[in-house]
Each structure stands twice: as C-alpha cells, then as structure tokens.
C-alpha cells in the first residue's frame, strides 16, 4: 500500500468523524433501499432515448423506484462530450442528457466503479462524475484520483446513516493515486482499504453499502472470489454487499447478519439473448438499525427494448430458487414480489 494510500484512509476517517455527530441513532422507522443491476445508456438504447426522451427507460418502473428513500444502480457507461476512446471492442458513451431520466425516476446514487469507467480515458472519468453530480445525483466509486474514488458517500434518512461504497474487481479502471480512475479491489491495497474503510464506518455508527462490479460475465453462479471478497466485506461490518457484471442474475446469501447479491444482472441494457433481458430490483428493509425484510421485483426487457417492466413472478420464483438455493436462501410470492428468507 502506497503512502498516499495511508494518507487517504486517515483523511476519510477524519471526515467520517466529522460527519458521526460522535453517535448515530438508528430511527424505528422502517428505511427502503432499492438496488438495480446494470444500466448501460448508450449504443442502441442511447439512440432509443433520442428517440423518445430521457425518461424511456424508466416509465415501467418509475413508480417502484420513487418509492424508495435511496435507489442505486451501477451505471455502465461514460456520461459526457467525449471524442477518442481506448482501443478496445466495446466502448460506451452516453449524452450527458440521460441523467435527467435517472433523475426524474428518483435514482439518488450511481456506481461508476466497473469495466467501463476509463472507455474514454481520464478525461471522460472526470467528466462523467462532474455531470453526473450536476444532475443532483451522487457517484460512487470513481473521481479524479483515489482520494475521490475511494470515498464512502452518505445519505441520512430518519436518523439512519448510510455509508455507500463503489467498487471494481474486474482488473480494469485503476491508473494511479493522482489519476482519474475507479476504485480497485483487484489491487491488493484496494483491497485491504476497502476492508479498512467498511470497518471504520461501522464503528463509527454507518449502515455500510458496498457495490462492487465483479465475477465473469454470463456466469449465472458467482466464482470462488466473489463469495471469499463478500465474506470478507461483511465480515468487517458491511450490512449489504451488492453485485454487478455478469450481466445475468446470481444468488442472494443471508451471510453473517447482512445480505450479499451476487448479481443483479441488466436493468436497463441491450443485450439480445434472453437472459440479458433479465433483472432485478433489489428491496432491502431496514429497521431498528438492521436487515428487516429483503423483496425483489423481477424485471424484464423482452417486451419493450430497454424499458424494464416486471417479469412473471411465478417464472421468477422458480429461476430464483434454482439461484439461491446453494446458498441456503428461500424464496417465496408475497403480493406480486419475491420475498427471499435464510432457511431456518
């Protein structure tokens, strides 16, 4: 770990301090967090949106996601003005004009830690977190060095804190402590920080969220590293670790009081096979400070391109519990929405 590694972690422990009013109090009052897997706003779903309007994507489930007091997604694109991007086979760019739809559907956080992050180099990194910030939404996971990508962000509701990380383990995105990028847990001093950050945060009252894009893509059963790099992340107090890049749904574990979603798979992409057009928003219910109920609505993009609607529960059920049953995970209907429990 560099030193300027060590400098970041005491320099986001004394803004945690700060912001700890040394002692939070947890309300009774129920808190709705709301998860989405992949959302990609570009390629043919950009030309979709230009189309129609930056809410296209977001009428089938607007509703569900206004509902929530803090709704996150991992969004899989540069959002920005950009001309030259890397040499590689996918790139993803995205007019700075979706965010107003993100926005308007009431996402509140985006995770920018994943593959995609440096498809326009630094400039683009550094763009697409400046717009995304002006949108009146808070990014996660990337900025213009590691100080900024390491940081946790907070949200309060009711007397609840929240502390949101994003995170990327698929060996890509990280160029240097002063250099835009996203944050590496690839990178054994990643790693090490996020684990020493997620600690910090809970011992100082927060509720900690971490995002992290992992595994391989189109693999329905998450790897040996995704379930030891979860372990480890509640282990040191996170209270929900949430998956992305597969881009297909993997199984939900009840693991050590917290909760781990392994992948969420696409929300919002356009992707042609059938399980590409599969997803799920992730319902987590907080009260009295823990884990009160976990729900899902399955989603689907079949019918419409790239508009997600909720998928048939009964179809839903029986693929989720094919997905969680390894990890001990029921699952049941309760009023159109999946209902997920640890076995007794």
Same mark, same amino acid.
């Given at each position: ?25 947890a ?38 996601l ?32 979706v ?48 100080e ?15 502390? !949101?990380? =994003? +995170? ?6 990280y160029?240097?402590?002063? $250099?835009?990028?996203?944050? #590496? *847990? ?91 057009? !599969?997803? =799920? +928003? ?10 009160? $109920?976990?729900?899902?609505? #399955? *989603?689907e ?29 029921t ?14």
């Amino acid at each position: 770990m560099s030193i300027r590694i060590l400098h970041i972690s005491l320099f986001l422990t004394s803004i945690v301090l700060s912001q700890s009013f040394c002692g939070w109090f947890a309300s009774p009052d129920t808190v709705r967090i709301v998860f989405g897997g992949d959302v990609m706003l570009a390629r043919n779903v950009g030309e979709q949106i230009e189309k129609s309007s930056p809410d296209y994507p977001w009428l089938g489930i607007k509703k569900y996601l206004s509902q929530a007091d803090i709704a996150v997604v991992n969004l899989e694109c540069v959002v920005g003005t950009q001309q030259r991007s890397v040499d590689k086979k996918w790139v993803f760019e995205a007019n700075p004009a979706v965010l107003a739809g993100l926005k308007n559907a009431g996402i509140d956080c985006v995770s920018l830690a994943n593959n995609h992050n440096y498809d326009y180099f630094g400039t683009g990194v550094v763009e697409t977190v400046d717009s995304v910030w002006s949108a009146g939404i808070v990014p996660v996971g990337a900025g213009r060095n590691a100080e900024e990508f390491f940081a946790p962000r907070s949200f309060y509701v009711r007397g609840n804190w929240f502390a !949101i990380i =994003g +995170l990327n383990d698929t060996k890509s995105g990280y160029w240097g402590d002063d $250099e835009p990028g996203c944050a #590496p *847990t690839w990178k054994a001093f990643g790693e090490s920080l996020a684990v020493k950050q997620i600690a910090t945060m809970k011992k100082l009252g927060a509720l900690v969220i971490v995002f992290e894009h992992w595994g391989r893509e189109y693999d329905t059963v998450p790897r040996k590293r995704q379930i030891e790099l979860a372990h480890k992340f509640i282990d040191a107090g996170a209270s929900a670790v949430i998956g992305s890049h597969p881009h297909r749904l993997q199984g939900i574990e009840f693991y050590g009081g917290g909760i781990i979603a392994y992948s969420l798979g696409n929300l919002v992409f356009d992707q042609h096979d059938f399980l590409g057009n !599969i997803g =799920g +928003l992730l319902e987590i219910d907080i009260s009295n400070g823990s884990i009160s $109920e976990v729900k899902m609505l #399955p *989603t689907e993009t079949i019918k419409k391109f790239a508009q997600p609607h909720s998928y048939s529960i009964k179809d839903a059920k029986i693929s989720m519990k094919k997905l969680c049953e390894p990890f001990n995970s029921t699952v049941s209907i309760d009023d159109k929405i999946l209902l997920l429990k640890p076995k007794k």
